[in-house]
């Protein structure tokens, strides 16, 4: 972690405003979270109590983010209407993929015109995650360069990645740049699905379905594409039994 970054991690009276938008993944098929998914949308899957996506919801409330651009594909009605009570409070916009799954870049493509702020939160919906001593949105945005980066990845160590059973995703210089995992080896950081993007990573980009990663090689490439630790905890919420693994995590503290 760069100096910069440890020292607004060690204070956490350090705030920024977060964007105005945030863009939650929602349209994936949830084929891990069968049989739970077979009549509802894998956001709307009950962790703690709560669907997936209020917990975003809420993350996203308290850091102070009025628009909201959810992309939708399977049982989207279902989470539309969701949304209408959930997110009332919210300024919802809905990024139809009905007819075709984009995946997460093409998805991010379709619904680059309906968002307002650059840069802009991007957050998958099957996350779980907890603040450490400062508020995990607020931190992205204080550690923001508009000049250097156009993707800010929020990771977390391989220790305290809750449920994860990969090697691993990224490796982090010392000025906070990201490096992929070599073939066959394993890196230290996980990403944890939620990152704050420019609208400059989604330039000359594919048409149709393609993967995020596309975009954050090319970054990488460029020097672009940075880290940030997340302080507090996380869970990959990707299986029924990770439900389960999370919420004991929870309930012993």
């Known amino acids: 972690m760069s100096g910069k970054a440890r020292a ?68 989207p009605d279902a989470l539309e209407a969701h949304l209408k009570t959930s997110a009332a409070d919210f300024d919802v916009k809905i990024s139809d993929e009905r007819n075709q799954l984009l995946e997460t870049g093409g998805g991010m493509i379709r619904a680059e015109p309906m968002i307002e702020a650059d840069p802009f939160l991007v957050i998958n919906s099957d996350n779980f995650w907890i603040d450490g001593p400062a508020d995990t949105l607020h931190l992205l945005a204080s550690l923001w360069r508009e000049d250097d980066m156009d993707a800010l990845l929020l990771l977390v160590p391989q220790a305290r990645a809750g449920n994860h059973s990969g090697q691993g995703d990224f490796h982090m210089k010392a000025d906070g740049r990201l490096a992929r995992r070599q073939k066959g080896k394993v890196a230290p950081y996980v990403f944890t699905g939620i990152q704050m993007v420019s609208k400059r990573l989604l330039r000359d980009s594919p048409q149709g379905p393609f993967s995020t990663n596309i975009l954050w090689d090319r970054a990488i490439d460029e020097g672009r594409c940075f880290g940030a630790v997340h302080q507090g905890l996380w869970f990959d919420v990707g299986n029924p039994l990770a439900i389960k693994a999370t919420e004991r995590a929870l309930q012993h503290g």
């Open 8 to 75: 607004l991690a060690l204070r956490p009276d350090i705030k920024a405003a977060a964007p105005a938008t945030a863009m939650i993944m929602a349209a994936g098929l949830g084929k891990r979270m069968r049989p739970l998914t077979a009549t509802r949308p894998k956001p709307l899957v009950e962790v703690a109590g709560k669907p997936l996506i209020d917990h975003v919801l809420d993350r996203l409330r308290a850091a102070g983010v009025g628009k909201i651009v959810v992309n939708v594909h399977y049982l």
